[in-house]
């Protein structure tokens, strides 16, 4: 009876990632389990690690950090563990659970003060809340370093992940998988970057081959704009994956941007929730959608960049130039935004801080290569980008976003829309990016 219930329950696994401020405390805990409770579905459940209870709190994650820093100093350790301990004690007994985790406790000090390294003391936070929220369920519980594996050189592992995840899931009918690590080959616990739970989330979705992944926050959505710039920005309703690639490659948070990739691989939605407000639609991320009704979706933006200005008489006539400049570019490590071009002109956009230490060399070097008459690097460049699958086709976008910035008195420095038409990125002065968000999110939130 219960694999026919297996079999049939099949087709509507829905994968559910609950973030920190989600599990942050006992009443959290209960809020999570009655969403959790509420649909037949919600099979397999990903949490982080507590978050923060009020704004001078500390996350969890943070404090294991701490502790790996402090790791050579015992008595150190011992007070900023106490500190982790508390805040699990104080879940389970808020939950009134019948669970002792000293031994785990004891357990996690000592690999901690025993050089068990930056990651595994990490990892403990998702590992401590993913067995209390298993326990209090009353779900399976799968330890992510059985599950999600890194190659040698520290990359994730998606294929052999997914093939060892999928024949997993299939021996638990309901299961929590704590977010953020999983392990190396020769066993050691190996994280993700910072906000990684998204990514475990992702990747049990698309190994669960689930109808949905629900990832439940503390925001009803993702917000058109940044909320500390504009005051209130609306929720959008849906947004597609390559726009969302887009906006959070440009600072926009919520989302991991990393978490994308395993569910569009597989077709999987997401659906962005708010646990403090589970009646709220969210934001749909989908792979397309036939609704265009708004031209841009999002706007999102960074500070940081530099422009490398080079100019030469014939450079369009010489073959081979730009190869020669960017061939510099990777010969020093450093990657490029943006690269827009006139006929004997070349500008090439990158991240002030990846040229620091070889800002004379990058001009030197393509001064020997290129011999161009004029070369030089400006800063202070901030982007913004401005997306939307409704721009495809339609008319006099561009034109509304130029005059929305012309009419603020804001300076365009750069401007670069490729052919597929959903994203066009300017370049402003640095002190110039708040205004001109507010311009323009004025102009298109109508
Ligand atoms: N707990 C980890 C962090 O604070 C991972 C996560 O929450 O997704 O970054």
Redesign the pocket.
């Given at each position: 009876m219960a694999s026919q219930n297996l079999a049939s329950n099949q087709d509507a696994v829905k994968v559910v990632k609950f973030?920190?401020s989600s599990l942050a405390d006992a009443e959290h805990f209960r809020m999570v389990a009655d969403i959790v409770r509420g649909e037949d579905s919600r099979r397999y459940v990903i949490p982080?690690?507590p978050g923060k209870r009020f704004k001078e709190d500390d996350?969890v994650?943070d404090l294991l950090y701490k502790c790996y820093e402090v790791s050579a100093d015992r008595a150190a350790l011992k007070e900023v563990f106490s500190r982790v301990r508390e805040r699990y004690e104080l879940i389970i007994e808020g939950l009134g659970l019948d669970l002792d985790l000293s031994a785990e406790y004891a357990m996690i000090e000592s690999s901690i003060a025993h050089h068990a390294g930056r990651d595994y003391a990490?990892s403990r936070?998702?590992y401590l809340n993913g067995v209390i929220l298993a326990k209090y369920l009353g779900y399976d519980f799968i330890d992510a370093v059985s599950v999600i594996r890194f190659s040698d050189n520290g990359s994730f592992d998606s294929e052999l992940t997914n093939t060892i995840m999928a024949e997993t899931l299939k021996r638990h009918e309901r299961a929590v998988i704590p977010?953020?690590y999983g392990s190396m080959p020769n066993g050691t616990v190996k994280t993700f970057s910072?906000?990684?739970?998204?990514i475990t989330g992702s990747i049990v979705a698309r190994a669960a081959d689930a109808v949905l992944y629900e990832n439940w926050t503390d925001v009803s959505g993702f917000l058109m704009a940044d909320p500390r710039i504009i005051d209130n920005p609306s929720v959008i309703n849906v947004i597609t994956y390559k726009e969302l690639r887009e906006l959070s490659y440009m600072g926009a948070t919520v989302l991991?941007q990393d978490a994308i990739f395993p569910v569009r691989f597989a077709g999987i939605p997401i659906n962005i929730k708010n646990t403090n407000a589970p009646e709220c639609p969210g934001t749909m991320i989908v792979p397309t959608t036939d609704d265009l009704s708004s031209v841009v979706t999002g706007i999102a933006g960074k500070v940081g960049f530099s422009v490398l200005n080079i100019e030469k008489d014939m450079m369009n006539a010489e073959l081979g130039f730009g190869r020669r400049v960017l061939e510099v570019l990777e010969r020093l490590g450093v990657s490029f935004e943006h690269f827009p071009s006139g006929i004997d002109t070349m500008s090439i956009i990158v991240n002030t801080n990846d040229i620091a230490s070889c800002r004379q060399r990058i001009i030197d070097e393509i001064c020997r290569v290129c011999e161009p008459e004029v070369i030089n690097i400006e800063d202070g460049l901030a982007l913004i980008a401005v997306v939307g699958r409704g721009m495809v086709k339609a008319k006099g976008t561009a034109a509304k976003l130029f005059k929305a910035c012309a009419d603020a008195d804001i300076n365009i420095r750069m401007i670069d829309q490729g052919s597929s038409e959903f994203n066009i990125i300017i370049g402003v002065d640095a002190k110039d990016f708040e205004r001109a968000q507010k311009a323009i999110y004025a102009e298109f939130e109508k």
């Open positions: 973030g920190g982080s690690a996350k994650t990490a936070g998702e977010g953020f910072r906000g990684g739970s998204d991991h």
